[in-house]
């Protein structure tokens, strides 16, 4: 079966209200914060934040919000960068169906187009139902760092 089409689409005035209502599965709850507590951090945040609807035939399906220190950002670490995926949720009705690698496969390609763009990390709360599957298969590996209880995860891109 071919991948899913899917648009990474800036959140704004016309779809921000369908991006909030967007939900996970009531016990998937505690692997991922609510997109209205994202865009909030997002707003307070927009130097490195990168929040995107992710859009199946122009609808949000699924939310996703990248951390973008680029290497000349004032809190690069030792002036390399750092890029994270901080949020990412595709709605309960939607899950399945392959958007959520799709989504990856996109945000894949705007990392390698960022200035030293060799690396993606994340992070997961580990558990009964957690995405630590979906992220192994696309090729992320623990870094062994283990903060605040969420297992941190690096893909080389
Ligand atoms: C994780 C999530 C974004 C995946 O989105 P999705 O659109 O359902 O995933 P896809 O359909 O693209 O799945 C891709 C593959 O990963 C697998 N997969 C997806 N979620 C999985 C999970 N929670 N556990 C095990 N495998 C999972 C799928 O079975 C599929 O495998 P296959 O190719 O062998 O069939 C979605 O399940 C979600 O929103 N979960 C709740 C929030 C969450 O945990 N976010 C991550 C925060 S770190």
């Not at 709850?29 to 507590?37: E, L």
């Not at 399906?61 to 960068?81: I, K, N, Q, S, T």
Request: aromatic share 8%; glycine share 10%; proline share 9%.
């Amino acid at each position: 079966m071919s991948p899913p089409k899917i648009e990474l689409r800036e959140v704004t005035r016309a779809n921000v209200a369908a991006v909030v209502r967007l939900q996970t599965k009531p016990e998937q709850s505690r692997f991922v914060a609510t997109n209205a507590n994202s865009l909030a951090e997002a707003y307070v945040q927009p130097d490195r934040a990168w929040p995107r609807a992710i859009c199946a035939d122009g609808d949000p399906v699924g939310f996703l919000m990248l951390d973008l220190v680029g290497p000349d950002h004032p809190e690069a670490p030792d002036g390399r960068a750092s890029y994270f995926l901080w949020r990412l949720m595709v709605d309960a009705i939607h899950q399945g169906r392959g958007y959520g690698r799709a989504a990856m496969g996109s945000v894949f390609e705007h990392v390698r187009g960022l200035p030293d763009g060799v690396a993606l990390k994340t992070s997961y709360v580990p558990g009964d139902g957690c995405p630590e599957p979906f992220y192994r298969k696309l090729g992320f590996e623990p870094t062994g760092v283990v903060e605040d209880g969420e297992v941190e995860l690096r893909l080389a891109l």
